[in-house]
Nanobody, 126 residues
Framework: QVQLVESGGGLVQAGGSLRLSCAAS????????MGWFRQAPGKERDFVAA?????????SYADSVKGRFTISRDNAKNMVYLQMNSLNPEDTAVYYC??????????????????WGQGTQVTVSS
């Protein structure tokens, strides 16, 4: 059974940093895309960042987080990370880790991801 477990969320002041971790089990995602999404209260789940776990690990980001967030992976540990810097109150949301089941298939659309974690709350105070 595939499981994704996020950790690292919390409360931080504006301008601060957090590092989210996603631990995958039940499947090795070395040839799959994995991503981070977020959902603020009353809003839809939005794409944040994604990484192709194969080859050189090409990444992509939402415009709102470019230059501030960095997604990375450790295939040996089956882990994906999201380093978040220069946080602002608009980044407040529940952050979800997701994994695509199809190998060598990349997408930024949340509906196309097959596995999801339970989410971790990130709150940025002003």
């Amino acid at each position: 059974q595939v499981q994704l477990v996020e950790s690292g969320g919390g409360l931080v002041q504006a301008g601060g940093s957090l590092r989210l971790s996603c631990a995958a089990s039940g499947h090795t995602f070395s040839t799959n895309a994995m991503g981070w999404f977020r959902q603020a209260p009353g809003k839809e789940r939005d794409f944040v960042a994604a990484i192709r776990n194969w080859s050189i690990g090409r990444t992509s980001y939402a415009d709102s987080v470019k230059g501030r967030f960095t997604i990375s992976r450790d295939n040996a540990k089956n882990m994906v990370y999201l380093q978040m810097n220069s946080l602002n109150p608009e980044d407040t949301a529940v952050y979800y880790c997701a994994a695509e089941s199809r190998p060598y298939y990349y997408t930024s659309l949340p509906d196309e991801y097959d596995y999801w974690g339970q989410g971790t709350q990130v709150t940025v105070s002003s």
